[in-house]
C-alpha cells in the first residue's frame, strides 16, 4: 500500500500583511509547517495557526528560517554552525509556547527557503540543525529535500526523519530544486504537477529539467500555500493521491 504525507507551509501572515489562505488549506492537509516568527509569521498569527491546525486534526510542524523578513527568508546567509543551531533552538522554543497552550504536540521540523535549501548541500549546517533538534525532543521528524545533506545528517544524529518532494517545483540532476530565479523553476501546468506528483509517490522516480529520469523517496509532499491557486491545487493534488490508491496521512502515522 502507497502511503504519503501531505504538507504545506504556513502561518506566513505578519502584521499587517496577510499571506496564503491557510484555514482552507488546512481542510486538505495532513501536516502544517508553521512559520516561526523569523522569516514570515508573529505571535498572533502563530497562536491562531497552531490552534486552527489542532482543531482540524492536522499535524504541525515548526518552520524555522533566517531571520530576513524582507526576503521572506529565500536569500542565502553567511552563518555559523553556532548561529545555525541557536536560530532553529530559539524558533522551536517559540512555536512550543503555542503548542503547550493549545495541548499540541510538534510531529516535525522542516527548515524553510535558503536555510533548508543550503542544509541540503551543507552537511555541517546540516548538522547543527539536527543538533538543535534533538536537543529540543530526540523522537520529532525531521522533515528535509529527498537524497540531500539534510537527510544523511538526520540520520547520522539517529533522527527520525522523513524524505519530501515537492509538487509544483522542478528538479536538478543531483536531486536539488531549480533556483526560483531560473526559469522553468516552478511547475505552472497543475495537470502536469499531479502527473509528477504520482510518479514520485509509486514509481520513486521524478524528471529533472534536463530530461533524465532521477530516484527520489516521496514519504511527504509540499504544496505551497501561498500561491494564487493554492486552494484549488491542494485539493486537486489530494483527490488525485486518492484516487490513484495512494493513502494520505501524517508522517507520525508512519515513520518509525
Known sequence: MYKVDLNSDLGESFGAYRIGCDEEVLDFVTSANVACGFHAGDP??????????RQKGVMIGAH?????????????????????????????????AFLR?????????????AMYNMAAKDKALAAAICAAVKEFDKDVILLGLAGSKLIEAADEAGLRCA???????????????V?????????????????????????????????KEIRVRADSICVHGDGAKALAFTKRIRTALEAEGITVAPLCSFIK
Open 44 to 53: 498572533a498569527v502563530m497562536n491562531s495557526t497552531v490552534l486552527t491546525a
Open 64 to 96: 524555522p528560517g533566517y531571520a530576513d523578513l524582507m526576503g521572506f527568508g529565500r536569500r542565502n546567509m553567511s552563518v555559523s554552525k553556532a548561529d545555525m543551531h541557536d536560530y532553529v533552538l530559539y524558533q522551536l522554543g517559540a512555536l512550543h
Open 101 to 113: 497552550a493549545h495541548g499540541a504536540i510538534l510531529q516535525h521540523v522542516k527548515p524553510h527557503g
Open 163 to 177: 524524505s519530501e518532494v515537492f509538487a509544483d517545483r522542478a528538479y536538478m540532476e543531483d536531486g536539488s530544486l
Open 179 to 211: 533556483p526560483r530565479t531560473q526559469s522553468g523553476a516552478m511547475i505552472e501546468d497543475e495537470n502536469e504537477a499531479i502527473a509528477r506528483v504520482i510518479g514520485m509517490v509509486k514509481n520513486g522516480v521524478v524528471k529533472a529539467v534536463t530530461g
